[in-house]
């Protein structure tokens, strides 16, 4: 398919979202207001119909003429070459001489956290082709490092030694730089997330519904691959659990995270996108059994999804939410059980979480390095996908809009917009960067904007 073609089907499937989170919340709104309720929630229902209904077909014009095929296909070829430079970055002909970036996991934060700092670390290593080096003894969630649980990041080359060592930035001929977290990086280059990569950013666009997350999903493949131990125990865990599909991934954030970084969300609230996922699916399959990977540092969850919703198959372990409470979280134990609910949300055919959340977001990140474009197999309660100390994220207006009141804002066709958030309701809130004014917009009226920079483009490195 041209970009043309696919750019424009994802449009109408996120329109056709839109459509539906607009209608949906303004009926709702009017049900519990007007005296005639019971016939408006009748309609809300009926366009509920409709919306699946078009949501199918149009991800079905995603897969028939061979789209799909070639997705899977297009998808592997990158994802090797992108294996392929990660490896030969990582594995210099004579680490004595080679050039390093040198990064410390132990950031002071949780797992999620972690892992997307040394992604960032990573990004850099790869920007400006420099082996990265990650300094791990001593690890909170395991004394022993990084290789307690996953393959070293190299064969070849781990320690941080060299001529010359400078903080970042150095000079190119620096042989070893060392790098500060994202949020005091100075200066800050250029190709930090979310921007792509020049030489990749043309095929990504066409593949990926969200091409980032494609991307930083390939650093988290190559750093997550297990030690024989660690995968032994996902293996036999699938087993003792009975992982099956279909299966829904809710992942919900609660204890030190609730009323400090992110609003409180009820179990139901999640539940009603688990729901709809199954009503949607049911349009095409005969589904046995439905089936709910749950996820928490909240250990009541689990009985109280058995008892409200009986229906369902609750997939997860109370033992495992009961290490992840802030006094044992930075245990083995501890560690192993997020490295397990990680993994079991991201093998879900589809997640229901909030994006506040780190454990969210590298789950949906691992989610997109297992499928060709996984952009859409999710809801998220809250944030729009981001990554922490990321620029901004801009959409580009392909419609005018008129304010209809203080709270909105104008655009012309062109105009570039930071965007806050989606409010989930038709609306997104954002900046316009021509005007400087702030407020909401129909998001319908928008469409995603890339940002690339250049980056290291290995040319000696071919599949
Ligand atoms: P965030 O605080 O939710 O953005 O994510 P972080 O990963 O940075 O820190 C939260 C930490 O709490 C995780 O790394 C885990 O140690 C623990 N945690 C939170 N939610 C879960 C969960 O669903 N399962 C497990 N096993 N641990 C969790």
């Known amino acids: 398919?041209?970009?043309?073609?696919?750019?424009?089907?994802?449009?109408?499937?996120?329109?056709?979202?839109?459509?539906?989170?607009?209608?949906?919340?303004?009926?709702?709104?009017?049900?519990?207001?007007?005296?005639?309720?019971?016939?408006?929630?009748?309609?809300?229902?009926?366009?509920?119909?409709?919306?699946?209904?078009?949501?199918?077909?149009?991800?079905?014009?995603?897969?028939?003429?061979?789209?799909?095929?070639?997705?899977?296909?297009?998808?592997?070829?990158?994802?090797?070459?992108?294996?392929?430079?990660?490896?030969?970055?990582?594995?210099?002909?004579?680490?004595?001489?080679?050039?390093?970036?040198?990064?410390?996991?132990?950031?002071?934060?949780?797992?999620?956290?972690?892992?997307?700092?040394?992604?960032?670390?990573?990004?850099?290593?790869?920007?400006?082709?420099?082996?990265?080096?990650?300094?791990?003894?001593?690890?909170?969630?395991?004394?022993?490092?990084?290789?307690?649980?996953?393959?070293?990041?190299?064969?070849?080359?781990?320690?941080?030694?060299?001529?010359?060592?400078?903080?970042?930035?150095?000079?190119?001929?620096?042989?070893?730089?060392?790098?500060?977290?994202?949020?005091?990086?100075?200066?800050?280059?250029?190709?930090?997330?979310?921007?792509?990569?020049?030489?990749?950013?043309?095929?990504?666009?066409?593949?990926?519904?969200?091409?980032?997350?494609?991307?930083?999903?390939?650093?988290?493949?190559?750093?997550?691959?297990?030690q024989p131990a660690t995968s032994n125990k996902l293996n036999e865990y699938a087993k003792k659990v009975n992982f099956q599909k279909p299966i829904v991934g809710v992942h919900i954030r609660r204890t030190d995270k609730v009323g400090t970084e992110a609003a409180f969300h009820k179990l139901d609230e999640y539940m009603i996108h688990v729901e709809e996922y199954y009503k949607y699916k049911e349009l095409s399959d005969k589904v046995d059994k439905k089936r709910v990977y749950l996820a928490t540092d909240e250990p009541k969850l689990f009985s109280e999804a058995k008892r409200k919703y009986p229906e369902y198959e609750i997939i997860g372990d109370e033992d495992i939410s009961k290490t992840a409470s802030i006094s044992k979280r930075y245990s083995d134990q501890s560690l192993s059980g997020i490295i397990t609910d990680i993994h079991f949300l991201s093998l879900s055919d589809y997640l229901v979480c909030t994006f506040s959340s780190q454990v969210c977001r590298v789950a949906y990140e691992i989610m997109n390095s297992l499928h060709p474009d996984a952009s859409t197999m999710y809801t998220s309660l809250d944030d729009i996908y981001y990554y922490g100390g990321q620029k901004r994220r801009l959409h580009t207006a392909v419609l005018p809009h008129r304010a209809n009141g203080p709270h909105e804002i104008n655009l012309q066709v062109g105009d570039d917009i930071a965007i806050a958030g989606n409010h989930w309701d038709g609306y997104s809130k954002g900046t316009n960067l021509r005007t400087k004014e702030s407020g909401l917009y129909p998001t319908f009226k928008v469409s995603p904007k890339i940002e690339t920079a250049r980056f290291a483009s290995y040319p000696d490195v071919t599949l």
């Open 1 to 226: 398919p041209s970009e043309e073609y696919e750019l424009l089907r994802r449009r109408i499937f996120s329109n056709t979202k839109e459509l539906w989170y607009y209608a949906n919340s303004e009926l709702q709104s009017l049900e519990k207001e007007a005296d005639n309720g019971d016939r408006i929630a009748k309609i809300r229902k009926n366009i509920g119909e409709h919306y699946m209904s078009l949501l199918k077909d149009v991800t079905n014009l995603a897969e028939i003429d061979g789209h799909s095929q070639w997705r899977q296909q297009e998808s592997e070829n990158l994802s090797n070459l992108v294996q392929k430079r990660l490896k030969h970055l990582q594995n210099p002909f004579d680490c004595a001489k080679a050039r390093k970036l040198v990064c410390d996991l132990n950031k002071g934060c949780g797992y999620g956290c972690q892992l997307h700092h040394v992604v960032y670390c990573f990004i850099v290593a790869y920007a400006t082709e420099r082996t990265l080096i990650l300094r791990s003894k001593g690890w909170r969630y395991s004394k022993g490092g990084w290789q307690d649980v996953f393959l070293p990041l190299s064969d070849t080359c781990l320690l941080p030694n060299g001529e010359t060592t400078n903080r970042w930035p150095g000079h190119r001929n620096t042989q070893v730089i060392t790098l500060p977290i994202i949020d005091s990086i100075n200066p800050r280059p250029p190709f930090l997330p979310l921007a792509l990569p020049e030489d990749l950013a043309p095929r990504l666009n066409i593949l990926h519904g969200d091409p980032v997350v494609w991307w930083i999903g390939q650093f988290l493949k190559y750093m997550l691959r297990p």
